[in-house]
């Protein structure tokens, strides 16, 4: 069974940083594209960043481009996300994400963890 | 970027009855369309990708159709577990990878 469980949120001031986690079983971690998808509060969906199987490449939207970082460690099956200089607008949800297909990306989550809440406030 | 837009923001119907939900993008997504179900406190689901595949274990109840910017999700006959809020996302041409702003699917 997929298990994506993420950690690392919590309340955070403007302009701090803070990174989260996404440990990932029941899958063979280093063959799936993976990514971050967030929630603002009573509001849709909105896509983050995503990571290629072996950490290679990367893309972001153009929100959290320059702030954000993803990256993974295949070895220890964890997707990361680096925030920092946050804003009141990132406070969110943030959900990690499993891609569909195997060895490349299809851009398609399969799966997802139970979202972890990021909250950015003074 | 594209921007899909979904309508109607709220469906009200009761068990049974056939929903149909819609998703227009702003451009064509060729048929590089998914849908998610999300459940209040749950993380979204993957129903149909690819404007008509329907996912690992997804009911024939849910069906997809369309291509270019204009498409469909029907849910022939609703369950009391389908009252949920529906995405559409687009992979046709990212990044950025794009949500629609979702329709709640309400009992009436």
């Known amino acids: 069974e997929v298990q994506l469980l993420e950690s690392g949120g919590g309340l955070v001031q403007p302009g701090g940083s803070l990174r989260l986690s996404c440990v990932a079983s029941g899958f063979t971690f280093s063959n799936y594209a993976m990514g971050w998808v967030r929630q603002a509060p009573g509001k849709g969906l909105e896509w983050v960043s995503i990571?290629?199987?072996?950490?290679?490449?990367?893309a972001y939207a153009d929100a959290v481009k320059g702030r954000f970082m993803i990256s993974r460690d295949n070895s220890k099956y964890t997707l990361y996300l680096q925030m920092s200089s946050l804003r009141a607008e990132d406070t969110a949800v943030y959900y990690c994400a499993k891609d569909l297909v195997l060895r490349t990306t299809s851009a398609l989550f399969d799966h997802w963890g139970q979202g972890i809440l990021v909250t950015v406030s003074s | 970027e594209i921007v899909l837009t979904q309508s109607p923001a709220t469906l009200s119907l009761s068990p049974g009855e056939r929903a149909t939900l819609s998703c227009r993008a702003s451009?064509?997504?060729?048929?590089?369309l998914a849908w998610y179900q999300q459940k209040p406190g749950q993380a979204p689901r993957l129903l149909i990708y690819?404007?008509?595949n329907r996912a690992t274990g997804i009911p024939a109840r849910f069906s997809g159709s369309g291509s270019g910017t204009d498409f469909t999700l029907t849910i022939s006959s609703l369950e009391p577990e389908d009252f949920a809020i529906y995405y559409c996302?687009?992979?046709?041409?990212?990044?950025?990878?794009?949500f629609g702003g979702g329709t709640k699917v309400e009992i009436k």
């Open positions: 451009q064509s997504v060729s048929t590089f």
């Open positions: 690819d404007a008509s």
């Open positions: 990571v290629y199987p072996s950490g290679d490449r990367t």
């Open positions: 996302q687009q992979r046709s041409s990212w990044p950025p990878l794009t």
